[in-house]
């Protein structure tokens, strides 16, 4: 049996709740390590409120997905390449 802690990173004083709902969106963008995506899951498998959150969170991505299937025209897109890559870094 895996003996993972239900919660992933330093919870820097945040409740497991409040720690697991800040990095969700790390968890729905598969932008945790491995250990951590496992942590998340032990913690919602065992807090219901947090895998409800968990599910609406992932329905809106799902649906703003689905939703947002138009694609920029391709003049749009250069203008912004052209800014992006006109942009200068000041310190």
Do not use: F, W
């Not at 409740?15 to 899951?41: G, I, V």
């Not at 809106?60 to 897109?77: F, G, H, I, M, N």
């Amino acid at each position: 049996m895996n003996n993972i802690k239900p919660i992933p990173h330093d919870t820097a004083g945040e409740s497991e709740c409040e720690h697991a709902l800040k990095h969700l969106y790390e968890y729905l963008d598969s932008e945790m390590t491995p250990d951590d995506e496992q942590r998340m899951r032990a913690h919602v498998a065992h807090c219901s409120p947090c895998l409800a959150e968990l599910s609406v969170e992932d329905l809106v991505k799902q649906l703003v997905r689905r939703s947002c299937s138009e694609r920029a025209p391709d003049t749009l897109r250069v203008r912004i390449r052209e800014q992006l890559t006109g942009m200068a870094v000041i310190e």
